[in-house]
């Protein structure tokens, strides 16, 4: 059994020896694509608590720790954010911070509202002049404040160091937001998308008192925060770029080693020209895994379309398995590819 257990790990060992890996960055499409004659846009604030849940919202208030007005703050600050990051789009001819539009919300916490009515999303389409709006459906913090104390040392004028405790006070705070893009035309709402960020503060002192001191600058770090999270959900509307990583293999034959040492320096295309000279190698097993590396050399220099072709060319004629997911990860690349040029149109 232990013979076996060890004739496995070699195996693996010799499989896995056959491969290296390589990083490269690919351009993602953004999350949200909205229509491009789409030019004017509003941002409403829909989380302040409605009269009826106003009394409850304080009680939650006083039970999670949360200071005077903070989500009002908070919230605020979210609006500000996405306001001036959809501001920095040039795909937006107007951005409309609509403050001065009382909503109110009938629920609390993170829990999305009913959607606004078309009749409503209509009127103030029409109104205001835009085409959209951004909507914060919910803003809500939870905070939790543990209090412990320790062992310490005071040192005296004389550098004495005396026993003493030590009161340490931690609070975390949740920051919660939901928000929707609703879309009159079509009467979609394009977009309906919630985000999680902590704040963690730590106060330290002699006493009490000294620790919870500490703590004073929090509702600053988490009006900070919000406007953050305003500003990344704007981000949900621009492609990104993301590093991916590829297999490509190192063994077959001595070209293979010279190629493998030339990438390890940078030098794909003359890692390339290696494998291409192999890719009619008599043997199938060598210029099959030569044909996959010409899928990977492709793709590094931007053709996605010649990579799918080396990548199929590698599973069809030889059978190399890791091509076939090689070809699945490149058709779904040329399906993003479409998606990008829709957005950037």
Not at 81 to 109: A, C, H, Q, W, Y
Not at 181 to 190: D, N
Request: charged residues 30%; proline residues 4%.
């Amino acid at each position: 059994m232990r013979k076996f257990y060890y004739l496995f790990l070699l195996a693996v060992f010799l499989v896995s020896c056959k491969t290296s890996q390589l990083s490269l960055t690919v351009v993602e499409p953004a999350p949200v694509t909205l229509p491009r004659e789409l030019k004017k846009v509003g941002v409403i604030n829909r989380s302040i608590p409605t009269d009826q849940t106003k009394t409850l919202d304080i009680v939650d208030k006083a039970l999670s720790l949360e200071g005077a007005d903070l989500d009002k703050d908070g919230a605020e600050q979210c609006i500000l954010g996405l306001t001036d990051e959809l501001m920095n789009n040039r795909r937006f001819d107007e951005v409309k911070n609509l403050s001065d539009i009382d909503f109110r919300t009938p629920k609390l916490g993170d829990i999305f509202p009913n959607p606004l009515s078309w009749e409503i999303v209509d009127k103030i389409c029409k109104e205001r002049g835009i085409d959209a709006i951004f909507a914060l459906e919910f803003y809500d913090t939870e905070t939790k404040l543990n209090y412990s104390t320790g062992k310490s040392e005071i040192k005296t004028p004389l550098n004495i160091a005396i026993p003493a405790v030590e009161h340490r006070a931690n609070m975390e705070t949740l920051v919660k937001t939901g928000w929707r893009i609703y879309l009159p035309a079509g009467r979609v709402i394009a977009d309906e998308f919630r985000h999680l960020e902590s704040v963690v503060y730590t106060g330290k002192g002699v006493n009490p008192l000294v620790a919870v001191a500490g703590l004073g600058k929090r509702k600053d770090a988490i009006k900070e925060v919000s406007n953050m999270a305003g500003h990344g959900y704007a981000l949900r509307l621009i492609p990104f770029e993301l590093r991916v990583m590829r297999d490509y293999f190192v063994k077959g034959n001595y070209n293979f080693k010279i190629a493998k040492r030339k990438a390890q320096t940078g030098k794909w295309d003359e890692a390339g020209l290696l494998w291409e000279k192999e890719t009619t190698n008599p043997k199938p097993e060598i210029a099959g895994r030569a044909c996959h590396n010409m899928g990977i050399i492709n793709e590094i220099n931007g053709d996605v379309d010649a990579a799918l072709s080396w990548a199929q060319k590698a599973y069809e004629d030889y059978n190399i398995r890791k091509s076939l997911e090689y070809t699945r990860i490149l058709e779904n690349r040329l399906m993003k590819r479409e998606i990008l040029r829709e957005q950037e149109q």
